[in-house]
C-alpha cells in the first residue's frame, strides 16, 4: 500500500490517497489522522516524502 500511496501522492490524487489511507489499521490511527491532515492542507509532497521507498 506504501507504494500506491506514494503514486496517489504523485499524481496528486487526492480521492485516492484517502481512500488509501482510510485503509491503515485502526492499530495506526495516529497515521492515518496526520496524514489525512496533509491531504486537507495541501501538503501531499509530505506524503511523497515519507512514502518514498528510497
Known amino acids: 500500500m506504501q507504494s500506491q500511496l506514494h ?9 485516492q490517497v484517502l481512500m488509501l489511507i482510510a485503509q491503515i489499521p485502526d492499530a495506526h490511527s495516529a497515521l492515518a489522522k496526520q496524514l489525512t491532515d496533509c491531504v486537507n492542507e495541501f501538503c501531499l ?10
Not at 503514486?7 to 480521492?15: D, F, K, L, M, P
Open 45 to 54: 509532497e509530505n506524503i511523497i516524502k515519507v512514502t518514498d521507498p528510497r
Open 7 to 15: 503514486t496517489a501522492a504523485i499524481q496528486a490524487n487526492e480521492r
